[in-house]
């Protein structure tokens, strides 16, 4: 029965850095896209609020999978009960930035090229497609 303890402490100790690693991350992130979306704003430059928008939506979803690996630790229904709504509420915030995203990418009216150009946390490795319009350009 010792060995089982030791182990479980063992474990729950490991679940507990993971989770203040991974929300540690969504934290890093989520100051990186405010100071990134402040340096923009005196710089003027465009997009700011959809590249805001991209970085709270990923650290979000950091956070959120903190808040998944502490359900593996819950003794009590409780804190269960507090963490489902946790997770729900952070859920909807996470669907409704990625709505206004959607619409913030459409009201700027920007082509597919222009919406690669924009580098936000979640679009820095994406490469551009070729369309139509870019085959034509270049010859």
Do not use: C
């Not at 650290?59 to 003794?75: D, H, P, Q, S």
């Amino acid at each position: 029965m010792k060995v089982y303890e030791k182990i479980s402490e063992i474990f729950d100790l490991l679940v507990q850095y993971l989770i203040l690693l991974v929300e540690l991350v969504g934290i890093i992130i989520l100051i990186y896209a405010i100071v990134m979306a402040v340096i923009g704003l005196i710089r003027r430059q465009s997009h700011v609020r959809l590249k805001l928008a991209e970085g709270i939506a990923l650290a979000l979803e950091f956070k959120m999978g903190g808040e998944l690996l502490r359900t593996v630790i819950v003794r009590e229904w409780n804190e269960l009960l507090i963490l489902g709504a946790i997770i729900l509420l952070r859920a909807a915030l996470t669907f409704l930035i990625q709505w206004e995203i959607k619409i913030e990418r459409k009201n700027g009216k920007m082509s597919d090229r222009e919406l690669f150009d924009v580098k936000t946390p979640l679009t820095n490795d994406l490469k551009p497609k070729n369309t139509e319009k870019d085959k034509e350009d270049e010859n």
